[in-house]
């Protein structure tokens, strides 16, 4: 049963436009999002993360929106750059869970010069 | 470089065989966990350990157990492989993961296992 999902596989977007990646989530108790970035042969690395209790979160050209009553959060990149071309991982926590996390199965976007 | 490292890169091995995947946390980080990925699947979480002991169970098969060393290396032992077993094994650690707090999970480069 996967309790996060990313509906779409991939995404190719122009280089200086916005790319905007969507994840949706079915349990209501998760309160902690992350968004994670994969290059082939490595390990994910931390991107952003949100809490529950804010709707959006920034930092430099990364922005995440939260919203809780869709249960939908999404990653908007602006503005987009070669370098961003990876796979992004979308998951989510709940407290009564300690520490694990939820993964999505990701989307690969690929940023055209 | 997360910290976290991961040992062997690639295992190839048949299938009905036993395996050991290894790593190693970051200096300091007390939690460890390990991850599945399979072709066109999410990250899947297998187990959590926390200084030692077992902290959290995921999606984890009873042919597969995982322990944590006292410094804090873990291993994943992979046992009676199938076919299905191929897939990218990540692990990760954080600092925490016992109290009520959230901590982002710093991966490894992964272990590919491919089962013939």
């Known amino acids: 049963d996967q309790q996060v999902k990313q509906n779409s596989p991939s995404l190719s977007v122009q280089e200086g436009r916005i790319s905007i990646l969507n994840c949706d989530y079915t349990n209501s108790m998760f309160d902690y999002f992350l968004w994670y970035k994969k290059y082939p042969a490595e390990g994910p690395t931390f991107l952003i993360s949100?809490?529950?209790?804010?709707d959006k979160n920034e930092d430099g050209r990364f922005t995440v929106f939260l919203n809780k009553s869709a249960k939908h959060l999404s990653l908007h990149i602006v503005p987009s750059q070669p370098g961003d071309s990876a796979v992004y991982f979308c998951?989510?926590?709940?407290?009564?869970?300690?520490?694990?996390?939820?993964f999505g199965t990701g989307t690969s976007l690929t940023v055209i010069p | 470089d997360s910290g976290v490292t991961q040992t062997p890169k690639h295992l190839i091995t048949a299938t009905g065989q036993r395996v050991t995947l290894r790593c190693s946390p970051r200096s300091g980080d007390l939690s460890v966990y390990w991850y599945q990925q399979s072709l066109d699947q999410g990250l899947q979480f297998l187990i959590q350990?926390?200084?030692?002991?077992?902290?959290a169970k995921g999606n984890i098969l009873e042919r597969f157990s995982a322990q944590q060393f006292p410094d804090l290396h873990s291993e994943l032992n992979l046992s009676s492989l199938e076919l299905g077993d191929s897939a990218l094994y990540f692990c990760?650690?954080?600092?925490?993961?016992?109290?009520?707090?959230?901590?982002?999970?710093?991966f490894g480069p992964g272990t590919r296992l491919t089962v013939l």
């Open positions: 998951a989510a926590s709940a407290l009564d869970t300690g520490n694990q996390f939820y």
């Open positions: 990760a650690s954080s600092p925490r993961g016992r109290e009520v707090s959230y901590n982002e999970q710093f």
């Open positions: 350990y926390y200084n030692g002991e077992e902290r």
């Open positions: 949100i809490s529950s209790i804010k």
